[in-house]
Nanobody, 128 residues
Framework: QVQLVESGGGSVQAGGSLRLSCGAS????????VAWFRQAPGKEREGVAG???????SYEDPVQGRFLISRNNAENTVYLQMNSLKPEDTAMYSC??????????????????????WGQGTQVTVSS
């Protein structure tokens, strides 16, 4: 069993930055691929960025070049550095963990099916 806890959300103005954290307890993170997802009001949950155990990453087009996903396996934590935030980035951000044999790209594309463990989410609000 893995418990995931997100933190770092908040309210910022457009152009600002936030860093989200996804901490794990119960098992070490280094046996899981992890991805960040987001869900805006009235929309389906969508993938944002993913990372595998070796540190390979994948990003969805809307955040490519603005967001950076990283992990610290010693601290059982995955981070999402979000820069140049836009109002359309406003959403509830959640992290999800899946077995390590799934690539970050697979995790982003099929997260609803592949993710074994979800966090409760952290709200990000970007004002114009």
């Amino acid at each position: 069993q893995v418990q995931l806890v997100e933190s770092g959300g908040g309210s910022v103005q457009a152009g600002g930055s936030l860093r989200l954290s996804c901490g794990a307890s119960g098992h070490t993170f280094n046996t899981y691929s992890v991805a960040w997802f987001r869900q805006a009001p009235g929309k389906e949950r969508e993938g944002v960025a993913g990372i595998d155990c070796a540190g390979s990453t994948s990003y969805e087009d809307p955040v490519q070049g603005r967001f950076l996903i990283s992990r610290n396996n010693a601290e059982n934590t995955v981070y999402l550095q979000m820069n140049s935030l836009k109002p359309e980035d406003t959403a509830m951000y959640s992290c999800g963990a899946a077995p390590a044999f799934y690539s970050p790209r697979e995790l982003l594309a099929r997260g609803e099916v592949l993710v074994h463990y979800w966090g409760q989410g952290t709200q990000v609000t970007v004002s114009s």
